[in-house]
């Protein structure tokens, strides 16, 4: 069975820290995908990245990173420098490979980040 | 950016009435989502389309109702309102490139309130 576990229900920050949010996945398909989404108080979910489960390479994009571990199921997001547009819910998803048939998602329970000035 | 719209974007309607949620994209994408966000915060699948004529429940039991008509539309329905269906849904569509890339899109969301 797939499923995502995001055990952060809330992180607090102060401006300028760094934080990371834990995503730790299930899956029993050697071929997956993995997904964060931010959510801002307008309701929208934004993509911010997605990591085949083949490409096992950390990703940095400006304040941004992401580091992958098959070996631990863990798909962790650590933002640095934090700044208050950084306040959001984040989610972590999962996608099993089923040819392109259906794409489904499976969502953590998101994890609420409240960066402080 | 994603080209996929949701109206309205909030509705406060009373128990009984019949709502219908539009989602619209405009990327030629087969597969469309849609997704219920509870108040604290989950989002769980509850209908998707594989294309047009073709829909299929979900993994969370949903009492509304999709169509897929036009690959660019995908409404869902509410028969009959209850302050239980109060929740936020969110419409999505996607794009299979292969199995190296792969993107799904998010429409801003329709908050629903049933009093």
């Known amino acids: 069975a797939q499923k995502v576990t995001q055990a952060q229900t809330e992180i607090s920050v102060v401006e300028k820290e760094d934080v990371t949010l834990d995503c730790v996945y299930e899956?029993?398909?050697?071929?997956?995908?993995l997904f964060w989404y931010k959510q801002p108080p307008s309701g929208e979910l934004v993509f911010l990245i997605r990591?085949?489960?083949?490409?096992?390479q950390n990703e940095i994009s400006g304040r941004y990173s992401w580091n992958f571990q098959k070996s631990t199921s863990s798909f962790n997001f650590t933002i640095t420098a934090s700044q208050v547009v950084d306040s959001a819910v984040y989610f972590c998803?999962?996608?099993?490979?089923?040819?392109?048939?259906?794409?489904?998602?499976?969502f953590g329970t998101g994890t609420l980040l409240a960066v402080q000035p | 950016e994603a080209d996929i719209y949701q109206t309205p974007r909030y509705l406060v309607i009373g128990t009984g009435k019949k709502i219908t949620l539009e989602c619209s994209q405009t990327?030629?994408?087969?597969?469309m989502y849609w997704y219920q966000q509870d108040p604290g915060m989950e989002l769980h699948l509850i209908h998707y389309?594989?294309?047009?004529?073709?829909?299929e429940k979900g993994d969370l039991s949903s009492e509304s109702t999709v169509s897929r008509i036009r690959t660019e539309h995908f409404p869902l329905t509410l028969e009959s309102a209850r302050p239980s269906h109060t929740s936020q849904y969110l419409c999505?569509?996607?794009?299979?490139?292969?199995?190296?890339?792969?993107?799904?899109?998010f429409g801003p969301g329709t908050r629903l309130t049933v009093t």
């Open positions: 999505a569509s996607s794009e299979f490139l292969g199995v190296s890339s792969y993107e799904q899109y």
């Open positions: 998803a999962l996608s099993e490979y089923d040819g392109g048939a259906t794409n489904k998602l499976i």
């Open positions: 899956t029993r398909d050697t071929t997956y995908y």
């Open positions: 990591r085949n489960s083949f490409d096992e």
């Open positions: 389309s594989y294309g047009v004529n073709s829909t």
């Open positions: 990327m030629g994408h087969d597969k």
